[in-house]
C-alpha cells in the first residue's frame, strides 16, 4: 500500500507545471546578492555532474542605475545609468519566482561554462550581460527590474 501511495505522488509531482522557465523574472534570497532581481537564463532541473540539484543560470542586476532628474547633464545622466549585471547559478530553493517576465534572450551571451570556477569568459559574459540590460533600461522597457526592491 504505501508503495503505490508514494509512487503516485511522485508521479504527481513530475507532472507539476514548470514555472521557472527562461525569462522569469527572480528575487534571490541567499547569498551576497540576496534581494536583488535577477532573470533565469537556463533552467537544470535534474542537475548536472558538478551540481547535482536542480539549479538555474541567472543573470541579474548588482548595482540599479541611480535616479535621473531634468537638470543633470548628459554626462551626470549617463553615468547613472550604468548597470552592473551578475550571472550566477543559483539553487532553486533560493529563488522566488515574480509574475513578472522579461523577454530578453541572455542564452547567445552566455553559455554553460560560463559559471565555471576559474573562467577567463565570465568578464566576457558580464560587459554583453551589461549591454543588453543597459539597452533594456535605456529603452525604458521592464522598468520595474531595474528599480531597487523596496522592502
Not at 36 to 51: D, M, P, S, Y
Not at 118 to 135: G, L, Q
Amino acid at each position: 500500500f504505501f508503495f503505490f501511495f508514494f509512487f503516485s505522488i511522485v508521479k504527481s509531482l513530475s507532472s507539476m507545471p514548470k514555472f521557472l522557465k527562461q525569462g522569469k523574472v527572480v528575487l534571490l534570497l541567499n547569498g551576497r546578492f540576496a534581494g536583488r532581481k535577477a532573470v533565469i537564463v537556463k533552467t537544470f532541473e535534474e542537475g548536472t555532474k558538478e551540481r547535482p540539484y536542480s539549479h538555474a543560470l541567472v543573470a541579474g542586476v548588482s548595482r540599479y542605475p541611480g535616479n535621473i532628474t531634468r537638470r543633470l547633464s548628459k554626462k551626470k545622466v549617463a553615468r547613472r545609468s550604468v548597470v552592473k549585471p551578475f550571472v550566477k547559478s543559483v539553487n532553486f530553493a533560493h529563488l522566488m519566482p515574480t509574475r513578472y517576465g522579461l523577454d530578453v534572450d541572455l542564452k547567445t551571451v552566455t553559455s554553460e561554462n560560463t559559471y565555471g570556477e576559474a573562467n577567463k569568459n565570465r568578464p566576457d559574459t558580464k560587459t554583453a550581460v551589461r549591454k543588453v540590460f543597459e539597452e533594456r533600461y535605456k529603452t525604458g522597457k521592464n522598468r520595474w527590474f531595474f528599480t531597487k526592491l523596496r522592502f
